[in-house]
């Protein structure tokens, strides 16, 4: 409550300065516009009020304002209705939920190819990325699953999909420079470079921090810190975009290296990221369309583990790595409003893990390799003021395991053979009212880190062994969707959603907390659960300078198993049941940026285990974003900024003994030259 009503109070202070200031130019735009391009929808610009998933267009506008406390993408979308995002900390990946169905079933792209959903939010660079477009609903006929077999394994776009688009054809020449100091001796410089010459153009940048950061553990946690943990991240990309004749390629990579410790002397880790994204898309003629598009994403991460006594020593030295190829080769072909995709994708994983104690020869953990073939057809109608659209997808995957836990596998190989549907409904009633309709299903193979874990059964309850624990037993998920809704916009100022939706999963792989002392997990089927909820989103533009927004979704998750009396009618893990968000954004004649972010969330639960689950409430978030022009020319600007993250203090306690670590705080300069 206290918590609560200094965030009150800090609102209304806001708003009062906010009118006060006089509401005026330089717009920050409204990210929900009813013609607005999408591109998700149908692998191509479609208008929105043809498109029948419900869609969010974050802009890169949008993108600067905002901030993120653990420097993590997830958080960036975390205000839109259905998402509940859980970024346990600056090294740690975000493990919220999506529609209540929880992390996995939501993906994330570059440029319509998947991404790891906990890995890359962590890696890739915002500066690079034009806008952000959220399908809210299922994807799985154009856009395939992701074969990631690290944290929570295998990933699908049942309850909707995160498309980072990247910058396209450039005009303007730009340099950017900023530096910022900030909470826990943190220093992050970034620089910014594009440019074009006639049909050619190119971007880079590089991003660099250092900090001591802070304990981001309970007090008397298994993370066990005795010091400031180290923390170093370095991330450069570029990218590069050639138009010839009727065709468009375009080529963008990035590279992450995060190291440092996790607070003890032999708790070090060095992580390595590298994402290759290529796209190559040509006009036949005016009708039909081919596109070919792919990349590289590679995962490098080793840690140590130590066991914490009277003074440190090290245990052993680990390591997880991970290499996946994603292809897509499709064409579209249009008839005036109609279009038909048809095509297929392709996807190739390894993994393998290791451990390394000490004195003794390096042991060899988990090893698996996969792939996963998709043919999809997909066809939209639109008929005046009825638009139609249904999709069929065949995949089969295969996965080859040849070590568990450092043995033989029991099943060594396991062949999947899937078909996916999914159709979707909107009628116009009028230009400001449209009501949408979508249904489909979805599918998940068992992660080979789900099935194998990343210590040996033997090892639960052993001090000093954190990490997850085999099931073998696993079987595969299938997953049911459908959603209902209305949009409505009034006098172009105001707009107003309701959606509705459904989510069930039969077999779901949740992951549960075994013990905290100990830090140990494991991956079991939950028998059926499900997820229904409802979504209410508001928007507001009063002028060109001033918008505002608030949402409210509600969640209700169960399981159903009647052969385990403990998990049945629990809650599916990290789901709320409420969650709020609310905030605004100016922009003044006079070069003033003011964003403000309200996050609430209710209270949920770490796990499906009724008498051994532990029930967290992390309440109110408030977040505030300022920038002022203090030169600005006709070929220079430069402006300071500050980010006040968590306002309020709220240093509310996460899944496995992690926190929030509160208030924090950053102060820099930036600099445009044109």
């Known amino acids: ?46 208008n929105a009020k043809n498109v029948t998933q419900k869609t969010d267009i974050i802009s890169k506008k949008e993108i600067s304002l905002n901030l993120s406390g653990n420097n993590n993408l997830s958080e960036l979308i975390q205000y839109k209705p259905g998402m509940s995002v859980r970024a346990l900390s600056r090294n740690d990946a975000n493990w919220g939920t999506y529609a209540g169905a929880g992390p996995k079933y939501s993906t994330y792209m570059i440029e319509g190819i998947p991404l790891d959903a906990f890995v890359d939010p962590m890696s890739i660079d915002a500066m690079m990325i034009e806008k952000i477009e959220i399908q809210r609903g299922i994807a799985s006929v154009l856009y395939p699953g992701y074969l990631s077999q690290d944290f929570a394994g295998n990933q699908s776009p049942l309850t909707g999909t995160v498309n980072l688009i990247m910058k396209d054809r450039i005009t303007t020449r730009e340099s950017q420079a900023s530096v910022s100091i ?94 290759v994204n290529f796209s190559q898309l040509t006009d036949i003629n005016n009708s039909l369309s081919l596109s070919l598009s792919g990349g590289i994403r590679i995962y490098d991460r080793n840690w140590q583990e130590s066991r914490y006594n009277q003074s440190d020593s090290l245990l052993s030295d680990n390591g997880a790595y991970q290499n996946i190829i994603p292809l897509d080769l499709h064409g579209k072909w249009k008839k005036g409003k109609n279009s038909l995709i048809f095509g297929l994708d392709y996807q190739n994983a390894d993994y393998h893990t290791f451990s390394e104690p000490v004195a003794a020869s390096r042991e060899q953990g988990n090893k698996s390799r996969a792939n996963q073939t998709g043919f999809y057809l997909h066809d ?72 194998g874990g990343t210590i040996k059964l033997s090892d639960k309850g052993v001090e000093g062994k954190n990490g997850q624990l085999p099931n073998p037993d696993l079987k595969p998920e299938n997953g049911l969707g459908i959603d209902i809704g209305t949009d409505v916009a009034l006098l172009n100022k105001m707009k107003l959603g309701l959606r509705g939706f459904k989510y069930i999963i039969d077999d779901a792989i949740i992951e549960n907390r075994v013990s905290e002392s100990p830090s140990q997990s494991q991956s079991v089927n939950a028998g059926k659960s499900g997820s ?28 159903e198993n009647p052969f385990d009396g403990d998990q049945n009618e629990a809650n599916i893990p990290f789901a709320p049941a409420n969650i709020i968000n609310a905030g605004f954004y100016l922009s003044t004649p006079k070069g003033l940026n003011l964003s403000t972010s309200i996050n609430y969330t209710g209270s949920f639960y770490d796990s499906s285990s009724k008498s051994g689950r532990k029930e967290f409430t992390p309440g109110m978030i408030a977040n505030l974003y300022i920038s002022q022009k203090i030169f600005d020319l006709s070929s220079s600007e430069f402006e300071l900024f500050t980010k006040l993250y968590n306002v309020t203090n709220n240093k509310f306690e996460m899944p496995w003994q992690f926190q929030n670590t509160g208030f924090a705080f950053t102060v820099g300069i930036r600099s445009i030259f044109k």
Do not use: C
Not at 532 to 559: D, H, M, Q, R, W
């Open 182 to 275: 900030g909470s826990y001796n943190t220093l992050n410089t970034q620089l910014y470079q594009q440019n074009f010459y006639n049909n050619i153009s190119y971007y880079g940048g590089i991003n660099y921090e250092i900090s001591d950061y802070t304990n981001y553990g309970i007090e008397n946690s298994w993370l066990n810190m005795h010091k400031d943990p180290e923390y170093k991240k370095l991330k450069y990309f570029a990218g590069l975009n050639i138009e010839y004749g009727k065709s468009k390629l375009k080529l963008f990579a990035n590279k992450t290296i995060h190291s440092g410790d996790a607070g003890r002397i032999y708790r070090q880790f060095n992580h390595n990221y590298t994402t």
């Open 532 to 559: 229904t909820g409802f979504e209410a989103e508001f928007k507001y533009s009063l002028n060109p300078g001033f918008s505002l927004f608030a949402n409210y979704t509600y969640l209700k998750t169960t399981i």
């Open 380 to 451: 939209e109608i639109n008929a005046g003021v009825l638009t139609i659209r249904g999709g069929l997808r065949y995949n089969i995957i295969n996965t080859k395991i040849d070590l568990i836990s450092g043995g033989n596998p029991g099943e060594p190989e396991r062949d999947f053979n899937i078909l996916i549907w999914n159709t979707g409904l909107k009628y116009r009633l009028t230009e400001n009212l449209s009501f949408y309709g979508n249904a489909g299903n979805s599918f998940i193979a068992p992660g080979l880190k789900s099935i």
């Open 1 to 46: 409550m206290k918590n609560t009503s200094k965030t009150l109070a800090f609102i209304m202070l806001i708003l009062v300065g906010t009118f006060n200031t006089g509401l005026s130019q330089n717009s920050v735009k409204d990210t929900i516009i009813m013609d607005e391009v999408v591109i998700t929808a149908s692998k191509g610009s479609n």
